[in-house]
T-cell receptor, first 111, second 115 residues
Framework: QKEVEQNSGPLSVPEGAIASLNCTYSDRGSQSFFWYRQYSGKSPELIMF????GDKEDGRFTAQLNKASQYVSLLIRDSQPSDSATYLC???????????FGQGTELSVKP | GAVVSQHPSRVICKSGTSVKIECRSLDFQATTMFWYRQFPKKSLMLMAT?????????EQGVEKDKFLINHASLTLSTLTVTSAHPEDSSFYIC???????????FGQGTRLTVV
């Protein structure tokens, strides 16, 4: 089982819709979770960081963490074509605090 | 977000030479830095985790004598690819964090081509 799992996609949504990205992790010792956006040929850009159960909102982005279900998601409201990118989920835990990534979900927002 | 500066952004080197990549946290103290390698259309593969003042912890399968990591200060970590070969050509990215439950920010990445 991979430490961090994401659907690779591509996920296609129309402009203005809500995009929902999901991520599960296997290590219950995971303490903090990250969502990054990566455009082709560029390095990842941090979108959201969450370590408490529940929701965290920042502008059009909402991260949801459920440690009991080992699940973290990212909702993007009012999706824009510029949101088209690969979204990477990552976790850090007690084992040396390693930052481990999932394989990424490719999102395409159609005008 | 915080700024992490990585240099160089691109480097072409001859087979057998060594290349040093620098990663600096410009506006915060990075107690931990991570080094990743990424192949086209693939996710980030963690190579090693380094804590300031300590030896780096390498992931399984990563040769520590080939990929030398130094984290001598709270703002600077370096990755040296020694005796580079064409198969070392890749996109190398560093990430810096101030602590376990804090954010981790990425540098711009270094595209290494070994000819």
């Amino acid at each position: 089982q991979k430490e961090v799992e994401q659907n690779s996609g591509p996920l296609s949504v129309p402009e203005g819709a809500i995009a929902s990205l999901n991520c599960t992790y296997s290590d219950r010792g995971s303490q903090s979770f990250f969502w990054y956006r990566q455009y082709s040929g560029k390095s990842p850009e941090l979108i959201m960081f969450i370590y408490s159960n529940g929701d965290k909102e920042d502008g059009r982005f909402t991260a949801q963490l459920n440690k009991a279900s080992q699940y973290v998601s990212l909702l993007i409201r009012d999706s824009q074509p510029s949101d088209s990118a690969t979204y990477l989920c990552a976790r850090r835990g007690n084992q040396g605090g390693k930052l481990i990534f999932g394989q990424g979900t490719e999102l395409s927002v159609k005008p | 977000g915080a700024v992490v500066s990585q240099h160089p952004s691109r480097v072409i080197c001859k087979s057998g030479t060594s290349v040093k990549i620098e990663c600096r946290s410009l506006d915060f103290q990075a107690t931990t830095m991570f080094w990743y390698r990424q192949f086209p259309k693939k996710s980030l593969m963690l190579m090693a985790t380094s804590n300031e003042g300590s030896k780096a912890t390498y992931e399984q399968g990563v040769e520590k004598d080939k990929f030398l990591i130094n984290h001598a200060s709270l703002t600077l970590s370096t990755l040296t690819v020694t005796s580079a070969h064409p198969e070392d050509s890749s996109f190398y990215i560093c990430s810096a964090s101030g602590g376990l439950n804090t954010e981790a920010f990425f540098g711009q990445g270094t595209r290494l081509t070994v000819v």
